[in-house]
Nanobody, 124 residues
């Protein structure tokens, strides 16, 4: 099993920035592909960004391309999501997911473990 702990959410004005962190334990981090998803009230969980086990492959949702950057530090067992130029429509609970197979995926169904989520609120 993998335990994931997210941090870094908060309230920010439109145009501002936040950096989310997700630290994993319980499994060799370099064996994991990692992803960020988000869920707004009343909506399904949507893909945001994903990174392969070695950072060699990265995917982004079209809605965040050019504004968000996913990265990982395998020495710290941590994946990051740098969010710039935030918009009110980015408001959601952001979840970190781990896929035990280190191959990258944009589908939430492919992820085996999830963090508790961190709230991001962007005011206009």
């Amino acid at each position: 099993q993998v335990q994931l702990v997210e941090s870094g959410g908060g309230l920010v004005q439109a145009g501002g920035s936040l950096r989310l962190s997700c630290t994993a334990s319980g499994r060799t981090f370099t064996s994991l592909a990692m992803g960020w998803f988000r869920q707004a009230p009343g909506k399904k969980r949507d893909f945001v960004a994903a990174i392969s086990w070695n950072g060699g492959r990265i995917y982004y949702a079209d809605s965040v391309k050019g504004r968000f950057t996913i990265s990982r530090d395998n020495a710290k067992s941590t994946v990051y999501l740098q969010m710039n130029s935030l918009k009110p429509e980015d408001t959601a609970v952001y979840y970190c997911g781990a896929r035990w197979v280190g191959v990258i995926s944009m589908s939430s169904r492919d992820y085996d473990s999830w963090g508790q989520g961190t709230q991001v609120t962007v005011s206009s």
